[in-house]
């Protein structure tokens, strides 16, 4: 059964920083993703990690971090410079399939979201 459990939301200023975490029970996946989704928006993507390797949304390319640690099975989102636009609910997301792909139909696996939210 797998299961993806996000925690580390919280309000913060503009120019903030927070660290979300997503603990993941199952076998260990090779592709693993955060996204985001804000009030009357389309759920996007922000950064996905496979095998090792990463890739950014352009609106949070030198600010965001994502990194996987296997062993304790977690995925993590370092946010940095945090800004008003990034309020949003943010979820993590899993799948077998290879590659870094930012399209939300490419995933099988999803988290309950943890809300963030910058003023």
């Known amino acids: 059964h797998v299961q993806l459990v996000e925690s580390g939301g919280d309000s913060v200023q503009a120019g903030g920083s927070l660290r979300l975490s997503c603990v993941f029970s199952?076998?260990?996946?090779?592709?693993m993703a955060w996204f985001r989704q804000a009030p009357g928006k389309e759920r996007e993507g922000v950064a996905t990690?496979?095998?090792?390797?990463?890739r950014y949304a352009d609106s949070v390319k030198g600010r965001f971090t994502i990194s996987r640690d296997a062993e304790k099975k977690t995925l993590s989102l370092q946010m940095d410079g945090l800004e008003s636009e990034d309020t949003a609910v943010y979820y993590c997301?899993?799948?077998?399939?290879?590659?870094?792909?930012?399209?939300?139909?490419?995933?099988?696996?999803w988290g309950q979201g943890t809300q963030v939210t910058v003023s």
């Open positions: 997301a899993a799948t077998r399939r290879p590659g870094r792909s930012l399209v939300e139909a490419n995933y099988d696996y």
């Open positions: 199952g076998n260990v996946f090779n592709t």
């Open positions: 990690w496979h095998a090792g390797t990463t």
